[in-house]
């Protein structure tokens, strides 16, 4: 758990009542501690709970991101309704308020659950460029001029400090319901993702020069190196290593350095619950592999999607900025990148969910999820959080494009 010392304990106690999770409390005084306590701690962590979005993209942000799965508390629900509701009680006009870092969509949406009026509400929705100062900049000017807003509401602590002094000042604390389904979100995210790290991957390699250079590629897997069938090196080791050693599924620096020693270096990598469905993948993708030239690396996954793994890091400098290369390593055409940089470019940047890329696109909103799947592994999209849905559904996943 990562959380400022003052909202750590409550947070805490929430957490330990989950039997069986082994809780490692990480407090900051300082946004800026963030990273240096997430480089620090990464090899012990299964899972990472951040109590609010602050921290959770200060971590993300950091030279050394989170590798296990990371959610933060939502506070725009049963949080934000609970305010409305105390600041309600204190006499304070509730829908005269300035409210930061929470996504407008969600704010409006609890605001018409209580039945009050958004139309003078002033919202600053996060952004990872906003700064602290610019926060409270933004509640200052709000308060000012006879639309002013009556309370600034935050979750942010150094927020709340700067302003209370001035004026009336409400900081958002998570509530145990909002802290639960925080961790059941997580929970089952880091259970299944233990559960794919699991996975057995099978790599097939043909390299022109025997195996030299081989041993100690593997060995950095995790991986053992056999010869198979047909004279190529047969690599087994588990998704865990795999994802790693691959920058989460986006290039095979191995790649690179078997190239210095050989003229043909081709990669064929496969997923699967058992060895031979992971084997059969291995093959398919070591046949595409050949299909796209001398060095090329291909990872086949278990829903049927293959993902080009041949641009290693060192040589990502002019590469990656080519849309051809970005779309063999994700498997969506060129034109289809193209739309989705016009698609950002038109949301100046914002993030947004499925359904707006499936309607910029026009195609079904499961082809569409295809597509974000794909853009997610290549590193080309990102999730930042949850809009609620127009009706009872579930919340939609919020996504923000890269490309």
Known sequence: ????????????????????????????????EVPGLVGANGTEVDGWLFSDIVPYAAALAAPEPPAAPAVYVEYSGPTLAQALLVLSRRGHDVARLSIDT??????????????????????????????????VEFHRRRHLGPARAEVAITSVSAVHDALAPEIPTFRLAPLAASVRIALRHLLLTATNQLAEDAQIAVGLIQTSHGDTGLASEVSA?????????????????????????TSGFTWLPMLGRLADHHRVV?????LGDTAAAAETRARHALARARVLGDVRAVLSLRDGTDMVLDVPAAQATTDTTSLSVLARRVGVAVSTLRSLQALREATDDEPIVIRDIADHLGIRVRAAHRIVQRLELGGLAERTGQRKSAGAGRPNTLYKLTV
Do not use: C, N, W
Request: glycine letters at 12%.
């Open 1 to 32: 758990m990562v959380a400022p010392h003052d909202l750590m304990p409550g947070i805490a106690s929430v957490v330990r009542e989950q039997p069986g999770t082994v809780v490692l409390e990480l407090a900051y005084r300082d946004d800026t």
């Open 102 to 135: 929470l996504p407008a969509d969600d704010v409006k949406h609890t605001f018409g659950e209580a039945g009050v009026s958004t139309d003078d509400l002033h919202i600053l929705p996060f952004s990872a460029g906003v700064t602290t100062a610019d926060i």
């Open 221 to 245: 897997l995790g991986g053992s190196l056999s010869t198979a069938i047909g004279g190529s090196h047969l690599l087994i080791t588990t998704r865990g290593p795999l994802y790693a050693a």
């Open 266 to 270: 081709r990669v064929g990598l496969g």
